[in-house]
């Protein structure tokens, strides 16, 4: 199916399914313990051995000698797998390490080899006898101090509109001011896992994947195999927020460790492993400009960025959403990468406008304080309808006043004393801080499979993913809203190389690029079924499980009398994304209470406001929503990977060590979603929520507590050192 026009009045459009909320059909298994996650398919293949990965112990240099003997030797022992004996790997398209070093170490828990064995016991204790020996170079590992060596990145090109710095210096108030944000590690809970087993030249791998197409290009790569003799299985996945977008060293050992014990092998990483052997959030070194006239129109805008990553890796691109958030026609936005040998750095939940609006959105406060202005005030005052690198091409959807105007009466804005450290409750100085969402609307072809049975069951087949969003049970209102059917009639697959190639989970585009893929197949079963009963195609209406054409009737089932009926397509786009800007847009309310002694800080209560297209299960977006609210909270005051600037690494590389909030650090969430619908994004007429949610949380809570205490952190996690030495009298 092309989607070249505005989508019309469609059978989404009913909104029988569509729209409500709706409990996921997969919950049972989920709660149940039955739904397999990837080290969980214990039944697949008999006789399963286990793979122990072993990292490098250094971050840059070589390996001088690696004795594998004593491993080989010890007891239930099958295979050593390295560098030596793995034979010519390739790299993935989406590596930029490669995943298996040797000699050469790129960074520190690069993976120097995998020890099989019958137990997990047996293979993790050979693995220690490993004797490995290296010569250490001398890396790069901070941020700041390789700063003056970035260099611009292939990946986002300089912006220049109008002339910026004369417009800076003319402008009669300005601003001028750097912010940090650190490494961060997705945490999922699920760690990387795979199962590997060959079947001559095939191969199959249980893996726990967002998105299995890329994946099984660049696995078949490596390996030096046929993409088609390659097959990923990975229909439930524990969280994955980026870091399993690509494949990683557990999928491509995995393989290797299976190939040289002739069994079928499984691994999981361990923690430690996961932060440094996989991706990460880079950190960043943001400076912001604004100058602005005394009426608060923001007459020049620049935003530069500063990241690092391994050679041939890309930047966290955090000047994304400030080319197109606020007005202002005097415009420098610049990105610049340093090289580092930390471990590789890649996508993290909205990447780049996630770390973006952690400085914007407090710059933006700054400034309006600066102007004497509501922040409200100050960013519906510099709210544009078009984009501002190029005023002929309007957004399709723009709410952003809306969302900040519902907010702040849903939140008690008015409430709020514009004097910092005014209000107390008791001992606790009390804060509000607002900032604005935005994460662009990511267009990208996707492809489903329904089958129609005799029964009347219809069976959607994908390889989307569902990474604990929804996915199943979107896909099933879909399937059911389109064909008439009630949701128990539909049976969703998904996850599996073999079925059509989808959007994948990702970049929050999973939800509406899937669901228009199943959309298109099953608008083409629809014309099947109906030239199967004999009806004409334009005039055929699907609701109740029957089929009805002017005065005839039929049940859908009875197109299938004869055999199951197949069919198949896909969403492919055209140019509108090109004439109208698509984007989402939100606002985020938080207020916070900080100990007038120790700087203790409490979120107390959180707001997010919505406007993203058709909202097509409001349960699972508001879930969504609510766990990207609690991710910008562990930003905003806790999570940071701290390097080791001597040898390289993520000292917190575990779950004790690296925080990350819980429900009892934020008693209070809400989230209203704006009526919108996008004719412009797709038929589904939706666009995505998940990133949304966390864009411009961190800042948020950032100013509030500077409404709080009066006391200005510009440097993220925003912690009680920070604080304490700076805050007002307390009494």
């Known amino acids: 199916m092309k989607f070249e026009?505005?989508?019309?009045?469609?059978?989404?459009?009913?909104?029988?399914?569509?729209?409500?909320?709706?409990?996921?059909?997969?919950?049972?298994?989920?709660?149940?313990?039955?739904?397999?996650?990837?080290?969980e398919h214990h039944d697949a293949v008999?006789?399963?051995?286990?793979?122990?990965?072993?990292?490098?112990?250094?971050?840059?240099?070589?390996?001088?000698?690696?004795?594998?003997?004593?491993?080989?030797?010890?007891?239930?022992?099958?295979?050593?797998?390295?560098?030596?004996?793995?034979?010519?790997?390739?790299?993935?398209?989406?590596?930029?390490a490669r995943l298996l070093a040797g000699p050469d170490v790129q960074h520190y828990?690069?993976?120097?080899?995998?020890?099989?064995?019958?137990?997990?016991?047996?293979?993790?204790?050979?693995?220690?006898?490993?004797?490995?020996?290296?010569?250490?170079?001398?890396?790069?590992?901070?941020?700041?101090?390789?700063?003056?060596?970035?260099?611009?990145?292939?990946?986002?090109?300089?912006?220049?509109?109008g002339d910026f710095a004369s417009a800076l210096a003319a402008s009669a108030v300005r601003?001028?001011?750097?912010?940090?944000?650190?490494?961060?590690?997705?945490?999922?809970?699920?760690?990387?896992?795979?199962?590997?087993?060959?079947?001559?030249?095939?191969?199959?791998?249980?893996?726990?994947?967002?998105?299995?197409?890329?994946?099984?290009?660049?696995?078949?790569?490596?390996?030096?195999?046929?993409?088609?003799?390659?097959?990923?299985?990975s229909p439930y996945i524990g969280g994955g927020f980026g870091g399993k977008l690509f494949i990683r060293a557990d999928l491509i050992l995995a393989a290797l460790g299976a190939r040289a014990a002739k069994r079928t092998v499984k691994l999981s990483l361990t923690r430690p492993l996961i932060f440094n052997?996989?991706?990460?959030?880079?950190?960043?070194?943001?400076?912001?400009?604004?100058?602005?006239?005394?009426?608060?129109?923001?007459?020049?805008?620049?935003?530069?960025?500063?990241?690092?990553?391994?050679?041939?890796?890309?930047?966290?691109?955090?000047?994304?959403?400030?080319?197109?958030?606020?007005?202002?026609?005097?415009?420098?936005?610049?990105?610049?990468?340093?090289?580092?040998?930390?471990?590789?750095?890649?996508a993290m939940r909205a990447p780049g406008e996630a770390p973006g609006l952690m400085a914007l959105e407090i710059a933006m406060d700054e400034m309006a304080e600066r102007l004497g202005l509501d922040p409200i005030e100050f960013r519906?005052?510099?709210?544009?309808?078009?984009?501002?690198?190029?005023?002929?091409?309007?957004?399709?959807?723009?709410?952003?006043i809306a969302c900040l105007r519902n907010g702040a009466e849903r939140f008690g804005w008015n409430r709020r004393q514009r004097k910092p450290a005014s209000v107390r409750d008791g001992g606790w100085l009390i804060g509000m801080g607002v900032a604005a969402a935005f994460r662009n609307n990511l267009l990208t072809k996707s492809g489903a499979r329904v089958r129609l049975g005799g029964d009347g069951m219809v069976t959607v087949e994908t390889d989307m993913t569902d990474i604990g969003t929804g996915s199943y049970t979107i896909i099933a209102q879909t399937a059911a809203e389109t064909l008439g059917l009630p949701l128990d009639r539909i049976k969703v697959r998904l996850g599996d190389s073999d079925f059509p190639v989808s959007a994948g989970s990702g970049g929050q585009w999973g939800a509406n690029n899937s669901t228009s893929g199943v959309y298109a197949a099953c608008m083409k079963l629809r014309e099947t079924v109906a030239r199967t009963l004999g009806f004409d195609p334009t005039e055929t209406d699907?609701?109740?499980?029957?089929?009805?054409?002017?005065?005839?009737?039929?049940?859908?089932?009875?197109?299938?009398?004869?055999?199951?009926?197949?069919?198949?397509?896909?969403?492919?786009?055209?140019?509108?994304?090109?004439?109208?800007?698509?984007?989402?847009?939100?606002?985020?309310?938080?207020?916070?209470?900080?100990?007038?002694?120790?700087?203790?800080?409490?979120?107390?209560?959180?707001?997010?406001?919505?406007?993203?297209?058709?909202?097509?299960?409001p349960k699972a977006a508001r879930s969504q929503v609510i766990g990207a609210m609690t991710m910008g909270a562990g930003a905003a005051l806790m999570e940071e990977l701290a390097i080791d600037k001597r040898f390289g690494y993520f000292v917190n590389?575990?779950?004790?060590?690296?925080?990350?909030?819980?429900?009892?650090?934020?008693?209070?969430?809400?989230?209203?979603?704006?009526?919108?619908?996008d004719p412009i994004s797709s038929p589904m007429k939706a666009k995505g929520v998940g990133e949304l949610g966390i864009c411009g949380v961190a800042a948020a809570v950032a100013n509030a507590i500077y409404n709080a205490t009066g006391v200005r952190v510009r440097d993220y996690p925003i912690t009680l050192d920070k604080l304490i030495d700076r805050l007002p009298d307390s009494v």
């Open 175 to 233: 601003f001028d001011e750097s912010y940090t944000t650190p490494d961060h590690s997705h945490a999922m809970m699920e760690p990387h896992a795979t199962i590997a087993a060959w079947e001559g030249e095939k191969l199959t791998l249980w893996t726990s994947n967002q998105m299995i197409n890329w994946s099984r290009g660049d696995v078949a790569r490596t390996l030096g195999l046929s993409k088609d003799n390659v097959r990923l299985i």
């Open 653 to 677: 590389h575990d779950l004790a060590g690296y925080e990350v909030p819980v429900h009892a650090d934020i008693p209070h969430q809400d989230v209203i979603f704006l009526d919108e619908v």
């Open 5 to 39: 026009t505005p989508a019309t009045t469609n059978p989404i459009d009913r909104l029988k399914l569509i729209g409500k909320p709706t409990d996921r059909i997969d919950g049972p298994a989920k709660t149940t313990g039955t739904a397999p996650y990837a080290y």
């Open 542 to 617: 699907f609701s109740d499980g029957r089929v009805r054409a002017g005065n005839r009737d039929a049940a859908l089932a009875d197109a299938a009398r004869d055999g199951e009926l197949v069919a198949e397509d896909r969403i492919e786009y055209g140019d509108l994304d090109e004439q109208y800007q698509q984007s989402t847009f939100g606002a985020h309310f938080v207020e916070v209470a900080v100990d007038a002694m120790t700087s203790e800080i409490r979120i107390r209560r959180m707001l997010a406001v919505c406007a993203a297209g058709r909202i097509l299960n």
């Open 380 to 400: 519906v005052l510099n709210d544009t309808q078009v984009d501002p690198e190029n005023p002929q091409r309007p957004f399709s959807q723009r709410q952003l």
């Open 46 to 96: 008999p006789h399963q051995a286990y793979g122990y990965v072993v990292g490098a112990a250094i971050a840059k240099g070589r390996i001088k000698s690696m004795d594998t003997s004593r491993a080989l030797a010890a007891s239930g022992v099958l295979a050593v797998v390295t560098s030596a004996n793995a034979g010519d790997l390739g790299k993935g398209r989406f590596n930029t």
């Open 277 to 346: 052997n996989t991706t990460h959030r880079p950190a960043t070194i943001q400076r912001i400009r604004i100058g602005a006239g005394h009426d608060g129109r923001i007459t020049a805008i620049g935003h530069e960025c500063w990241s690092g990553n391994l050679p041939g890796g890309d930047i966290e691109n955090a000047i994304q959403q400030t080319r197109r958030l606020y007005a202002g026609a005097h415009r420098m936005m610049a990105a610049r990468l340093a090289t580092l040998d930390l471990p590789e750095g890649n």
């Open 109 to 161: 828990h690069q993976a120097i080899a995998l020890v099989v064995a019958e137990t997990f016991e047996q293979a993790r204790s050979a693995a220690q006898l490993l004797d490995v020996s290296y010569t250490r170079d001398q890396g790069v590992f901070d941020l700041a101090a390789a700063r003056d060596t970035a260099v611009p990145s292939d990946e986002q090109q300089d912006v220049a509109v």
